[in-house]
Structure formats: structure tokens, C-alpha cells
């Protein structure tokens, strides 16, 4: 399978703890996106990636939030001591170089804070 | 916070009906893109129009938009029970500059029902 890649499928963790996810985005993509969808709303933008660059951040992700792409590869969004509020759908997107725009998504990961 | 506005919420129809959902949004755009949601497949990409564009074709599916009145609508043709998902409409506002660099605003979505 080609298509972008996420794990964990489905995290429960409780309040406070910190987790990890990790997304691989169809090979020859060089931009990478984060989105955080919650029930009944659509994705919103957490933080875009050209390369390994992080080029843009919203305003949604408070300083718990990190994420990174060593390498302009996959790319890893780790959140921080995290809360009931963090509980969401994580997608990971990808597109490929400037002239197509459409985006790929992952199957995303469910994060459940208890 | 979302830009895109559907109507409807919801929409239920049977299987041979078109289904025609809308789209509002606030900012100028770059492009406009459709995305498909359902439990089996995740989101899928549908449909892209360009700002200085005004009608799209693509299969079953035909995309306008009026970039003076901000909205736009997405029509299917002869639905199928296959159909039935959310879809959402996601504007692409670009940069300063209005390049596009594919940071996407998705309204609430409209979930469609296809009865068989």
C-alpha cells in the first residue's frame, strides 16, 4: 500500500501523560500536514511541513504541541501532559510538489485522554 | 476556526436522486476543494476548482463557484447508496501572495444519506 500511513490507530492514555504519533507520507510527497478533527466538525489545521521545514503553525496548537519531520521524511506530533480537550481524531495529510494541490489523508488517530 | 459553511447538515435521498450540497465561505481563496468522509476510507479527495474558475466537471460530479457571492455547490448525479458519507468543502486561501501551499479550512460538512 502506497497511501500515507499513521500509527497508532487508536491511543487511550490518561490526563497528563504525553504521546506520540507518527505519520509516513506517500513517498515522493514533500509537504506534510497536521489536522485535528473532533466529532461532527471538520479537520482543522494544526501545522504544514514542506520538506523539513515547518512552515506554519496555528494558533490552535499551544506550546504542548510539537511536531517534527527529521529528514523531510515521515513526521512525528507529540503533545505534552496531555488533557480531556487533546481528545480528537489526528490526521496527516500529504501533497505533492507546488503545482497539485489536492492532499492525501491518513486514517488518522484517535486519542482518547481518560 | 472553520471558514466553510455547509448546507445542508444532512441531507436523505434515494438511490437514482441528485444530491446538491453548498458551501459558503469567508476569505478570498486560491482554489476550493471537495473531500469525501466516511469510516471506511478516511477522507478522500474529490474535486478541485480554481478562483478563476466556475464549473467543474468530474465523473458523477459537478463543482461551481462564484467567487463574487463566495460559495460554492457540489452536485452528484444519480447517487448511489456508495454515496453516502460526509463531505466537506475545503477553501485554500494561499499566501499573501495568493500561491497556494495547500493549508486547507474545512467547513462542518454535510452528511448525505443514499437510501437504497
Known amino acids: 500500500d502506497t497511501g500515507v500511513s499513521q500509527d497508532p490507530r487508536h491511543k487511550i492514555t490518561k490526563r497528563g501523560q504525553n504521546v506520540t504519533f507518527r505519520c509516513d507520507p506517500i513517498s515522493e510527497h514533500n509537504r506534510l500536514y497536521w489536522y485535528r478533527q473532533t466529532l461532527g466538525q471538520g479537520p482543522e489545521f494544526l501545522t504544514y511541513?514542506?520538506?523539513?521545514?515547518?512552515?506554519?503553525k496555528s494558533r490552535l496548537l499551544s506550546d504542548r504541541f510539537s511536531a517534527e519531520r527529521p529528514k523531510g521524511s515521515f513526521s512525528t506530533l507529540e503533545i505534552q501532559r496531555t488533557e480531556q480537550g487533546d481528545s480528537a481524531m489526528y490526521l496527516c495529510?500529504?501533497?505533492?510538489?507546488?503545482?497539485?494541490?489536492?492532499?492525501?489523508f491518513g486514517p488518522g488517530t484517535r486519542l482518547t485522554v481518560t | 476556526s472553520q471558514q466553510g459553511e455547509e448546507d445542508p447538515q444532512a441531507l436523505s435521498i434515494q438511490e437514482g436522486e441528485n444530491a446538491t450540497m453548498n458551501c459558503s465561505y469567508k476569505t478570498s481563496i486560491n482554489n476550493l476543494q471537495w473531500y469525501r468522509q466516511n469510516s471506511g476510507r478516511g477522507l478522500v479527495h474529490l474535486i478541485l476548482i480554481r478562483s478563476n474558475e466556475r464549473e467543474k466537471h468530474s465523473g458523477r460530479l459537478r463543482v461551481t463557484l462564484d467567487t463574487s457571492k463566495k460559495s460554492s455547490s457540489l452536485l452528484i448525479t444519480a447517487s448511489r447508496a456508495a454515496d453516502t458519507a460526509s463531505y466537506f468543502c475545503?477553501?485554500?486561501?494561499?499566501?499573501?501572495?495568493?500561491?497556494?501551499?495547500?493549508?486547507?479550512?474545512f467547513g462542518q460538512g454535510t452528511i448525505l444519506t443514499v437510501h437504497p
Open positions: 511541513f514542506q520538506n523539513e521545514a515547518q512552515l506554519e
Open positions: 495529510a500529504s501533497s505533492p510538489p507546488a503545482g497539485a494541490y489536492e492532499q492525501y
Open positions: 475545503a477553501t485554500d486561501a494561499g499566501n499573501a501572495g495568493g500561491t497556494s501551499y495547500g493549508k486547507l479550512t
